[in-house]
């Protein structure tokens, strides 16, 4: 029976091990609490964001609106919205896996006012 002990205790140590990688997961950065909805219109004379200030990790799901007179566009990082008409919208998603400031712009029928910079924490 003593010789039963030693392989009690490893498979003990095994689950305690599994349970400290792979048991509670609320810290990490893919649950859906992290997934931030935006808005973003765009105008003549600028960008407008409901929020310019995330956390890192968050997933920002950006519904962009073109409020201007001129087709344009929101790029924020690499990611990019769709072309916009003059009142079209469209729904993008990025990430923000870094720390920093990551800029936002439209590139398309661009002009002053329409670029700044977001702040991940």
Do not use: W
Request: aromatic share 4%; net charge positive; with cysteine.
């Amino acid at each position: 029976m003593k010789a039963g002990i030693p392989a009690l205790l490893f498979v003990l140590a095994v689950v305690g091990v599994g349970l400290a990688l792979f048991g509670d997961r609320s810290g990490a950065t893919t649950r859906s609490e992290l997934v931030q909805k935006v808005e973003a219109k765009i105008t003549d004379s600028g960008i407008e964001l409901s929020r310019d200030t995330f956390v890192r990790g968050m997933i920002p799901e950006i519904h962009v609106v073109n409020e201007s007179s001129a087709r344009r566009n929101f790029v924020v990082g690499v990611d990019r919205s769709k072309i916009l008409a003059p009142g079209a919208d469209d729904n993008m998603v990025t990430h923000l896996p870094e720390r920093g400031r990551v800029p936002y712009r439209a590139t398309v029928n661009c002009g002053p006012g329409l670029s700044g910079l977001l702040t991940v924490l």
